[in-house]
């Protein structure tokens, strides 16, 4: 089956760090542009990054220096390291899959971890 | 922050049908595909179309999307209470280097 599942979400102080991973089944995380959104609560979708095939990435401006994307090719899995954390990146961060086969959408979504920031 | 504009809300009566619209420019709609996702209440988004028009496998046909110049619509025919969820356009935009999302419309079958 092919699926994502988020994991290492919880509560952190302001200005903590947090890790969190994402692994794969079904599919290969290397051959895939992998996405990070998140979802405030009550508020919408934003983009928060990309990891290309390459491994190169972009970043949202609002994490832009403090939120790293990496991915273990061994593990299969993506991560993101958060840094720096504010009450703002508070929301429910998903992983999702951007296959070679689609243009910009993104068709495998995990089932989110939720983050809390505060004190 | 979103820079794809959708109306709120929109509802009907079940069979009916609903049309969401979302709106942008030439940096992103205008110039890349438009996908659109639902979001049932406590879950994950799903994709529902992408490439502008096409239905990922086990989507229904009720389900349709359409794109001219810095607009995009989804249409949602025969509705049913299962559709009750938030619907979310997105797409890549050139100027910002990052995928973007809609505001984000409620759909309420009445």
């Known amino acids: 089956e092919v699926q994502l599942v988020e994991s290492g979400g919880g509560l952190i102080q302001p200005g903590g760090s947090l890790r969190l991973s994402c692994a794969a089944s079904?599919?290969?995380?290397?051959?895939?542009?992998m996405i990070w959104v998140r979802q405030a609560p009550g508020k919408g979708l934003e983009w928060v990054s990309v990891?290309?095939?390459?491994?190169?990435?972009k970043y949202a401006d609002s994490v832009r220096g403090r939120f790293t994307t990496s991915r273990d090719n061994s593990k299969n899995t993506l991560y993101l390291q958060m840094n720096s954390l504010g009450a703002e990146d508070t929301a429910v961060y998903y992983c999702?899959?951007?296959?070679?086969?689609?243009?910009?959408?993104?068709?495998?979504w995990g089932q989110g971890t939720m983050v809390t920031v505060s004190s | 922050q979103s820079v794809l504009t959708q109306p709120p809300s929109v509802s009907a009566a079940p069979g009916q049908k609903v049309t969401i619209s979302c709106s942008g420019s030439?940096?992103?709609?205008?110039?890349?595909?438009v996908s659109w996702y639902q979001q049932l209440p406590g879950t994950a988004p799903k994709l529902l179309i992408y490439?502008?028009?096409n239905r990922p496998s086990g989507i229904p046909d009720r389900f349709s999307g359409s794109k001219s110049g810095t607009s995009a619509t989804l249409g949602i025919t025969g509705l049913q209470t299962g559709d009750e969820a938030d619907y979310y356009c997105?797409?890549?935009?050139?100027?910002?280097?990052?995928?973007?999302f809609g505001t984000g419309t409620k759909v309420t079958v009445l």
């Open positions: 999702a899959r951007d296959p070679t086969t689609m243009k910009d959408a993104l068709d495998i």
């Open positions: 079904g599919f290969t995380v290397s051959s895939n542009y």
């Open positions: 990891l290309y095939r390459g491994g190169s990435t």
């Open positions: 030439s940096s992103n709609i205008g110039n890349n595909y």
């Open positions: 490439d502008n028009d």
């Open positions: 997105g797409t890549w935009d050139s100027s910002l280097s990052g995928y973007v």
